[in-house]
T-cell receptor, first 115, second 111 residues
Framework: DTAVSQTPKYLVTQMGNDKSIKCEQN?????MYWYKQDSKKFLKIMFSYNNKELIINETVPNRFSPKSPDKAHLNLHINSLELGDSAVYFC??????????????FGPGTRLTVL | GQNIDQPTEMTATEGAIVQINCTYQTSGFNGLFWYQQHAGEAPTFLSYNVLDGLEEKGRFSSFLSRSKGYSYLLLKELQMKDSASYLCAVSLNTGGFKTIFGAGTRLFVKA
């Protein structure tokens, strides 16, 4: 039983293309996230949704557009891909509680390479 | 601004004890997380501290001092499989379920 799943695991594409990454969680969590981890391994939040509503939108180029059709799914569409978009993208989910805070459960990651 | 500092790399010997420090300066603080990330894998949750003090969980313990903006992760009886990156992360109370991560400490465990 995979808790947080992402597809695809690897994505190699040319500059200028448009691509999507899909994420699904079966934990019943209300909140989902997209993170970008660059070559220096720095994990940076991009977006967060709570019950399908966008609540965090960091300084991310508007070529990146998240979509949450329901609270179990959060997809990421990227237009006009650039070389600097090459990174590992992690989806995560959480259910905030007083005891464990907003502990996040991460998907396996999507390694995006833009050529 | 938000800032989390932790050493870039550490090396320790199998069976030993290692302490990974983290200092933070953030606007708003709910609690502090430690995550473990093996190479090529996703981060996984290790601990969450809200109150000052030491929380022990098996071989791993985590300490927090809110007044000093300081935390550490203590790993005992090191095993080769503990070689990984350890990410310090702060949960903010500025609204919106936001957690910011440090750059991580790569721990190498040698025989």
């Amino acid at each position: 039983d995979t808790a947080v799943s992402q597809t695809p695991k690897y994505l190699v594409t040319q500059m200028g293309n448009d691509k999507s990454i899909k994420c699904e969680q079966n934990l019943g969590h209300d909140t989902m996230y997209w993170y970008k981890q660059d070559s220096k391994k720095f994990l940076k939040i991009m977006f967060s949704y709570n019950n399908k509503e966008l609540i965090i939108n960091e300084t991310v180029p508007n070529r990146f557009s998240p979509k949450s059709p329901d609270k179990a799914h959060l997809n990421l569409h990227i237009n006009s891909l650039e070389l600097g978009d090459s990174a590992v993208y992690f989806c995560a989910s959480s259910q905030a509680t007083s005891g464990s805070g907003d502990t996040q459960y991460f998907g396996p990651g999507t390694r995006l390479t833009v050529l | 601004g938000q800032n989390i500092d932790q050493p870039t790399e550490m090396t320790a010997t199998e069976g030993a004890i290692v302490q990974i420090n983290c200092t933070y300066q953030t606007s708003g603080f709910n609690g502090l997380f430690w995550y473990q990330q093996h190479a090529g894998e996703a981060p996984t949750f290790l601990s969450y501290n809200v109150l000052d003090g030491l929380e022990e969980k098996g071989r791993f313990s985590s300490f927090l001092s809110r007044s000093k903006g300081y935390s550490y992760l203590l790993l005992k009886e090191l095993q080769m499989k503990d070689s990984a990156s350890y990410l310090c992360a702060v949960s903010l109370n500025t609204g919106g379920f936001k957690t910011i991560f440090g750059a991580g400490t790569r721990l190498f465990v040698k025989a």
